[in-house]
Each structure stands twice: as C-alpha cells, then as structure tokens.
C-alpha cells in the first residue's frame, strides 16, 4: 500500500514535530521522516511525503520505502497529493486534515486518514476495539444510516483497514 502524507499539515498538528519545525523547516521535516521510520521499520508499505517548495540543497534523508517530494511552483504540496491520489486510486491512502485534499482522494478512490488519526496510530499500539472514525468533521449532525446500523460506512471501512496496517506489528 502506498502512504501520501501532506508533510507540514502532520507537523503542524504534533507539538514535538511543531517544536522542531520552530528550530527550522528542515529539522521539522527531518523529525517527520524519522518519526515514521522509527515507527514502521518493518512495514513492507511506502511513505512519499509531500512538502511545499524546492528541495534543499543537501537533499532530505529517506529510510527505507519513505520517499520525500518537493512540489515545484506554482503547484503546491496539495496539487500534488490530488496528483498522486488520483493516479494510485484505491492502492493509496491520503494523509491529511486539509478538506480539500481530503474530498479530492475520497473522489479518486483513496483511502482518507486525518493527520491526529495518522500520528496517534503511530504512537499508541492497537486498541481492542475499533478506531474513533467520525464521518460528521464539519460539526453538522449525522444523517441516520440506512441498512445495518453496527456496519461502519464504506468510507470509515476502508479508513479502518488503513489504520490497521499501520498498528501492525
């Protein structure tokens, strides 16, 4: 399975990540990259992660199946997460709390993980029961489901397959 990850929007919403990135915008995506290989050394899945702008000029480290973009002006990170979601369709899943990219790969297809739901899969091993998967983010009340109210929706389905493979040991 191949993992896009919209870089800043995870740092930004992890204080340690946060903290790295005040020192610089490098050591902030520095602690991201090893973040996620610390956490999945024996994943057999791939992590591109996506930044804004030009790849510095002694290049970002990348361990193991972790690939790092750069997205070119005028495009920006999020051109390029739509970009790639719709290319690998349903063999991605899509890192991010942007709405817009987020609306972007559910229409291709893609698997849609929160940032908060990406980073606390990583740090807190497997709960017994399901994830906390929230369809009504906007704050708007949830319509009430049609057919067997346990199943999940077909969208928090395939998020929980996602989360799944990243809590595995």
Do not use: C
Request: aromatic share 4%; net charge positive; charged share 35%.
């Amino acid at each position: 399975m191949r993992w896009l990850v919209d870089g800043y929007n995870v740092i930004r919403r992890d204080p340690e990540l946060q903290a790295r990135e005040a020192e610089s915008l490098e050591a902030g995506r520095r602690a991201l990259l090893h973040f996620i290989a610390r956490a999945h050394r024996a994943s057999r899945d791939e992590f591109t992660v996506v930044f804004d702008g030009a790849r510095p000029s002694g290049g970002a480290p990348t361990a193991g199946r972790i690939r790092v973009v750069f997205s070119r002006p005028p495009l920006t990170a999020d051109d390029e997460l739509m970009r790639f979601a719709r290319q690998m369709r349903s063999g991605a899943v899509v890192v991010s709390s942007d709405r817009k990219i987020q609306d972007a790969a559910r229409r291709a297809g893609s698997a849609v993980l929160t940032a908060e739901q990406f980073l606390e899969a990583l740090e807190v091993p497997e709960r017994s029961s399901a994830p906390d998967i929230k369809d009504d983010s906007d704050g708007e009340p949830v319509r009430a489901k049609r057919g067997n109210p346990r199943r999940l929706s077909k969208k928090a389905r395939k998020a929980q397959r996602a989360l799944g493979r990243l809590r595995q040991p």
